[in-house]
């Protein structure tokens, strides 16, 4: 049975967003925000039925057409014009997991009633979540600046009876379904149109994505450095608490104890070494790592500010008697922690992969290639060649989009974000950084063979007692995808 979550004044969390991006809760309104959105609306149609001043979008058009004025008579079809105008999508498909938050967050940042949206267009977007109607949205289209304008009229078409949307797994026409449903499609009313589309739902759902998986990922990274650390012979003097004191960084303390915790009670670490000093891939794990962890510190800050906002524009406030025209759908801020986010991810494989190497390097006691009959066998050679173009795709992908603008919109439209580029291009460095480690765990996993009798910490000796029943070791050359495959899976798996 789901179990029901209010969306009220309290600040969605990053937890939340992972609660409520599976499935298991429905979605309702508290008394509160209820009320919030209907005054806003009382306060709205009272204006405009008594006045006739000029409010961009509302009684005028759009983008650089925003002195011409629109009757009261054509403010409905004014409405359906812009969503049916702005669905201009293309590209790869959204993912439905980005989809349900899209339209959680668009249903939170009306929930504050400082947009005019009468009260059913939210129950509406709130009975798509709960039932799992999922519009269909492409990730090409938005500039990240008027908001994210063709993926929310994607998001919203489908309220209009028209559009794609995937239900029960099935991606099928909107028209159709909503009549089987029972679900009849909205009429837009005054500022709804303008409502849905303006917001940066598009780029903070991936925001909050990225960083969901980019949270795990920097524990599995510890997780697999430390297994490295002593698959390398590894000395432990660089991550002694003492040394990270006096340097101070938050994250680079974290990643040190994050490793020691890891390799407590590990033979092979306290072992008497020949060499005074690792490789940088290895020393400098706190630091690298570390400055990675202060970056996702800083991003969950701004997501979370971002995803308790209100983004679009105009917005309206009964008690000051005040509608205003600004700029809080400009995404500046999420493109440039998108583009953070990915460097910082991305240096987590750039340094995996320089572990993978030196493992396959045929020294500290190891065969080359971690194979007993190197030359019959290429053993993980080739894992290191994956490892090294997937490493140099993400160098590529974090060139920057937020310092690229194009002018739009006839000139009215002059600085835009490119947030969404910078959303979709961090996603793909997300995926790309799950299967380097992979590589780096099944590559550490590998090397431990040639340690043993000696025995790593405890736990990690339990884990790789859980991996070898997916994953054997290797012994003579097999088909190695299928091992990189698993070993995603089983590092997915895993509760950190």
């Not at 969605?12 to 809760?25: A, C, E, M, P, Q």
């Not at 940066?200 to 430390?226: E, R, V």
């Not at 500046?332 to 995996?352: C, F, H, K, R």
Request: glycine share 6%.
């Amino acid at each position: 049975m789901s179990k029901m979550f209010t969306i009220s004044a309290d600040p969605l969390t990053l937890k939340d967003f992972r609660d409520l991006i599976n499935g298991s809760y429905q979605l309702e309104l508290s008394e509160e925000s209820r009320n919030r959105i209907q005054h806003c609306r009382e306060y709205l149609e009272k204006k405009l039925n008594e006045s006739d001043a000029q409010f961009y979008g509302i009684n005028t058009g759009f983008g650089s057409l925003c002195n011409i004025i629109i009757s009261k008579e054509q403010t409905q079809e004014l409405q359906h014009n812009l969503v049916k105008s702005h669905a201009c999508g293309t590209g790869d498909l959204v993912p439905p997991e980005i989809v349900r938050l899209m339209l959680l967050l668009k249903i939170k940042n009306l929930s504050y009633g400082y947009s005019g949206v009468r009260l059913e267009l939210v129950e509406r977007l709130i009975r798509f979540f709960n039932e799992g109607i999922l519009p269909v949205i492409f990730q090409q289209g938005s500039l990240g600046a008027s908001g994210d304008l063709a993926p929310l009229a994607h998001l919203s078409l489908p309220l209009l009876g028209i559009g794609e949307v995937y239900y029960e797994g099935v991606r099928q026409e909107a028209g159709p379904l909503l009549i089987k449903l029972g679900i009849p499609p909205l009429q837009l009313q005054a500022k709804e149109g303008l409502a849905l589309l303006n917001g940066t739902q598009f780029s903070t759902a991936y925001c909050a994505w990225n960083l969901i998986k980019g949270n795990k990922f920097l524990k599995i990274a510890n997780l697999c450095a430390a297994l490295s650390v002593d698959a390398f012979d590894c000395r432990l003097s660089p991550f002694d608490e003492r040394l990270h004191i006096i340097r101070r960084h938050e994250g680079q303390k974290e990643v040190a104890a994050s490793i020691l915790r890891w390799l407590e009670g590990s033979a092979l670490s306290v072992r008497e070494k020949t060499h005074v000093q690792d490789p940088y891939a290895f020393r400098c794990i706190p630091q690298v790592h570390g400055a990675s962890w202060d970056a996702i510190a800083h991003i969950n800050s701004v997501l979370l500010n971002e995803a308790n906002a209100v983004t679009d524009n105009p917005n309206i406030f009964p008690d000051s008697d005040a509608i205003l025209s600004g700029g809080n759908f400009h995404a500046q801020p999420l493109a440039l922690v998108l583009d953070y986010l990915a460097i910082a991810l991305s240096e987590l494989g750039s340094i995996s992969e320089r572990r993978v190497f030196q493992l396959i390097s045929g020294i500290r006691g190891l065969p080359h290639f971690l194979i007993a009959n190197a030359g019959l066998n290429s053993g993980l050679m080739i894992p290191q060649y994956t490892a090294a173009s997937i490493a140099s795709q993400n160098k590529q992908l974090c060139t920057p989009a937020s310092v690229d603008s194009i002018v739009s919109s006839n000139g009215q439209e002059d600085h835009v974000s490119m947030a969404a580029n910078a959303a979709t291009k961090c996603y793909k460095v997300v995926d790309n950084l799950e299967r380097l480690l992979a590589i780096e765990w099944m590559t550490a996993a590998q090397a431990m063979e040639f340690r043993r009798p000696s025995k790593t910490s405890p736990q990690l000796e339990s884990l790789l007692e859980e991996y070898r029943m997916l994953v054997p070791a290797l012994e003579n050359d097999r088909v190695l995808h299928q091992d990189i495959k698993a070993t995603v899976t089983f590092l997915r798996g895993l509760r950190l």
